[in-house]
């Protein structure tokens, strides 16, 4: 199990962006996609976007596309997530999460998971 960590969850208001980072060990999990999904209070969790790592190619839900985005610093060992425009429906807990399986959204195929941020948007 490789631990990842996320950072950057706070309370902002409706509008305002934000950026969550994932940090993870190097040389553990290079050869995997890595993605962001999060769960509302109440709900299932959600695939919320990916990177392959293939072609560093990334995918979005549909309820975040053309605000978030995502990108993954190699020499850092840095997955982050950059959100902007949030909504309150964005409100969530965000989990980093890595797959062995590249071009995935299925929850099932990622191994690798951290224990979450917390974002929260007031309208």
């Known amino acids: 199990q490789v631990q990842l960590v996320e950072s950057g969850g706070r309370l902002v208001q409706a509008g305002a962006s934000l950026r969550l980072t994932c940090r993870y060990p190097a040389r553990t999990i290079d050869d995997q996609a890595m993605a962001w999904f999060r769960q509302a209070p109440g709900k299932s969790r959600e695939f919320v976007a990916y990177l392959s790592w293939v072609g560093n190619t990334p995918h979005f839900a549909d309820s975040v596309k053309g605000r978030f985005n995502i990108f993954r610093d190699w020499n850092r060992n840095i997955l982050s997530l950059q959100m902007d425009n949030l909504k309150p429906d964005d409100t969530a807990v965000y989990y980093c999460?890595?797959?062995?399986?590249?071009?995935?959204?299925?929850?099932?195929?990622?191994?690798?998971w951290g224990r979450g941020t917390q974002v929260t948007v007031s309208s």
């Open positions: 999460a890595s797959s062995p399986t590249d071009y995935t959204t299925a929850i099932t195929d990622y191994k690798n």
